[in-house]
């Protein structure tokens, strides 16, 4: 399967990659993406199985990639990997079809509860 | 809320363990930060007039031992020091903010070598330190709160 990593942190993509590692999803193909719009363009041409976002990127944000994502027809599971997590932001993506948003700093454990799902 | 070392100190603890999982020691008094340096800041704005700021200043081996986890690599280079010390401070701040203004905004966190500009701190109404000594040097968060 196929995971789009969208952050606009190396540092930041480099610790959800290692932790899909420590979670268990090692057999995975990850691509990366700066910011929302480099990854709205990855999904088109790539078609990942699933999508982890940040919210706050430079360029397009990843509520603004979570939409255009949806407006192109692409239901491609979602979800938020963000140090922000209000009930309002929560209320937004769960508005616009994210399907989890998990704060950071985060575990395994953490993805392991939210992916299996998918992956 | 009201936050204080003792808070900024739990929280950074957390995402110390969690992300990079190195020994941490909160230090009860203040430090001094010499030699190479490396500063971090992130804003937090509410729109009922809120505004604060969140700072990391670090000696530069702390950036330098955070990265290497960061990135798994021996030989992590300047780019790699400023992203891990940019998005340390964007959890300490994200962490920070939902416990004292919620429904705040968090602005992109900036990273600059050297010391940090604190032309502004003067203004603030309300600030908290809280240093910690992590890969055997210093670094300190520091929230101010402005409005």
């Known amino acids: ?119 | 809320m009201n936050i204080g070392p003792n808070e900024i100190g739990e929280i950074v603890a957390s995402v110390w363990a969690t992300m990079l999982g190195g020994e941490l020691f909160a230090l009860p008094g203040s430090i001094e930060l010499e030699g190479e340096l490396i500063s971090g800041e992130i804003h937090m704005r509410g729109e009922d007039g809120f505004e604060g700021l969140v700072r990391i200043v670090a000696s530069l081996p702390v950036a330098q031992a955070a990265a290497r986890v960061m990135f798994t690599t021996d030989t992590p280079d300047d780019r790699d020091a400023t992203d891990t010390i940019a998005e340390l401070i964007n959890m300490i701040g994200g962490n920070i903010k939902s416990l004292i203004a919620e429904d705040a905004r968090l602005d992109l966190p900036k990273v600059t070598h050297g010391q940090p500009d604190t032309s502004a701190d003067a203004a603030a109404i309300a600030r908290a330190d809280a240093d910690f000594i992590a890969a055997d040097h210093p670094f300190r968060v520091t929230l101010l709160r402005m409005r």
């Open chain 1, 1 to 119: 399967m196929k995971i789009l990593v969208a952050d606009d942190s190396k540092a930041m993509r480099s610790i959800v990659i290692r932790t899909l590692r420590q979670a268990g999803y090692s057999g995975h193909k990850v691509i990366e993406a700066e910011n929302g719009a480099q990854a709205l363009e990855l999904a088109k041409d790539e078609e990942p199985d699933l999508i982890v976002s940040d919210w706050n990127m430079p360029e397009m944000n990843g509520l603004e990639f979570l939409k255009a994502l949806r407006a192109a027809g692409m239901d491609t599971p979602f979800g938020f990997v963000t140090t922000e997590a209000s009930p309002e932001m929560r209320a937004l993506a769960d508005e616009n079809g994210a399907a989890f948003l998990i704060t950071k700093p985060f575990t395994a454990e953490d993805f392991q509860k939210h992916f299996d799902e998918y992956l």
